[in-house]
């Protein structure tokens, strides 16, 4: 993934699994830890990588 690119962020509490589109700012790669901005938020979040477009918020 590159910084920059339009990601699907996705993160699960127990059954319940949330996905919304986010803006990657780091590049990375699968396992990698990047830094996220989600859609409405001027702060931004750690999520891992977890493959093509997609990364896991904990």
């Not at 690119?5 to 990657?24: D, F, H, M, W, Y």
Request: charge should be positive; avoid cysteine.
């Amino acid at each position: 993934m590159s910084g920059g690119e339009r990601i699907v962020a996705s993160a699960s509490a127990g059954r319940v699994t949330l996905q919304l589109a986010a803006t990657a700012l780091q590049d990375g790669q699968a396992g990698s830890w990047v830094r996220v901005r989600l859609p409405g938020r001027r702060d931004t979040v750690m999520a891992r990588v977890a493959g093509d477009g997609q990364v896991e918020v904990k």
